[in-house]
């Protein structure tokens, strides 16, 4: 569906690349994607949500929080339970000591957090934020919200790691923060420890703040994973977004959270009492119940998508398209030049009529000047059941033949 655009959002819009040659702007390319595939009854391999549900003690802690009548407004920074088992859950995992009271604040899913930060910490015009490319679609949206000039640096196949000299060369004292996402959507990255240790370094070095969006922190494959505020010098200066989302499979639930120093918090913490106030009262209790599971819940996360990552890998290669295999995250990224494609969006069309399958052409996380570059990418979602996956494969096989 196509809306011609109004005011404020149509210039936000333009300065995030999003405005099509007509000065339309369509839905975001998750919300085409699966109406596409609801609607056409293809495997929904596009926007990145389970097909199945989480931990059944977190979805009876939210009925039960129902039936307790929490159902009112929560406190704006949520309530206290769930920032002490969020405090618990970063000490557990990763040695951070949170203080519950002043260092962390729960929003309407990571997009809330990363929005208000980014409203939060931008002051000028002149200010620059630094994204890696191709990044998350809210992020190149929000920043154009905020006013600050986006700057990228860009990944490329096949491992999708940044190159620190580039970084190095982006990052300037105009940038105000650098905002990371790791384990990485859309690519499956994860970024080695020396890239991690150089964007700290660049932080300091130009007096930015490092935006860390880690929703994908229990879906890394091989060794566990290293916050960015965990490194040395890091904390003072980084923010820490996540959510319940992909961890619980509760993506519509829509609860996340952001730590970090107290002062950072709390002017994130301004700009979010604006935005929503505060969100989602019964399910503040029960992503608490999940943040307090056993470790062994957390490392089969990463187990099982790593194995559905492998089934769907095998089903992309098989159907004869090029794979980069991930590190982490929902997804796999594959290149459809292998099969003589040159435009993925005409691809993606393709396997959508000709094979049922939906995946999303990458060029929807890149800035228009970059698009030539990862014309021929296709995200494909590997958080669906084994059958389902399997299904995919065979469908795309058809492609090849
Ligand atoms: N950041 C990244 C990298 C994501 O992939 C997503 C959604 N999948 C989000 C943020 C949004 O998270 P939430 O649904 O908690 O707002
Ligand atoms: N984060 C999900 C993805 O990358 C989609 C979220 C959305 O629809 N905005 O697929």
Request: with cysteine.
């Amino acid at each position: 569906m196509q809306h011609q655009i109004p005011g404020a959002w149509r210039r936000t819009a333009a300065g995030a690349g999003l405005l099509r040659p007509d000065g339309s702007v369509g839905s975001t390319i998750f919300a085409e994607m699966s109406a596409l595939a609801a609607s056409t009854g293809a495997i929904n391999l596009g926007q990145g949500f389970p097909d199945e549900d989480g931990p059944a003690e977190v979805l009876e802690a939210a009925r039960e929080a129902i039936a307790r009548g929490e159902n009112q407004y929560p406190p704006g920074i949520g309530i206290l339970d769930l920032r002490e088992a969020i405090s618990e859950h970063q000490r557990r995992f990763y040695g951070l000591e949170i203080d519950p009271a002043t260092q962390v604040v729960v929003t309407a899913g990571a997009t809330e957090a990363l929005a208000a930060a980014l409203l939060a910490l931008i002051d000028s015009p002149d200010d620059e934020v630094v994204v890696f490319e191709p990044y998350y679609d809210s992020y190149a949206a929000c920043v154009a919200l905020s006013g600050a000039r986006l700057r990228t640096v860009p990944l490329r196949w096949p491992d999708f790691q940044p190159d620190p000299d580039e970084l190095a060369t982006v990052v300037n004292d105009r940038t105000r923060v650098i905002l990371v996402n790791n384990p990485h959507n859309p690519t499956g990255a994860v970024f080695d420890h020396a890239v991690l240790e150089e964007i700290v370094r660049l932080a300091h070095a130009h007096d930015a703040v490092i935006l860390t969006d880690e929703v994908y922190e229990h879906l890394s494959f091989g060794a566990p994973h290293t916050p960015v505020a965990t490194l040395p010098g890091a904390w003072e200066r980084t923010l820490t977004v996540s959510s319940g989302g992909k961890t619980f499979r509760t993506t519509g639930w829509k609860t996340g959270w952001i730590t970090g120093p107290a002062e950072l918090v709390a002017a994130v913490n301004t700009v979010k009492q604006y935005l929503t106030f505060t969100s989602g009262s019964p399910f503040q209790p029960a992503i608490a119940v999940g943040l307090r599971l056993p470790d062994a819940f957390f490392t089969g996360l990463a187990d099982e998508l790593r194995r559905k990552s492998d089934i769907l890998g095998d089903g992309l290669r098989a159907a004869g398209l090029a794979v980069s295999p991930p590190r982490g995250s929902y997804f796999t990224l594959a290149d459809a030049a292998s099969l003589g494609a040159t435009d993925a969006d005409d691809f993606c069309r393709g396997a959508l009529a000709e094979a049922g399958v939906v995946g999303v052409p990458i060029t929807a996380f890149v800035t228009p000047e970059r698009r030539a570059d990862y014309a021929t990418f296709i995200r494909f979602a590997a958080c669906k059941r084994v059958e389902v996956l399997g299904e995919a494969a065979a469908r795309l096989a058809s492609l090849a033949r």
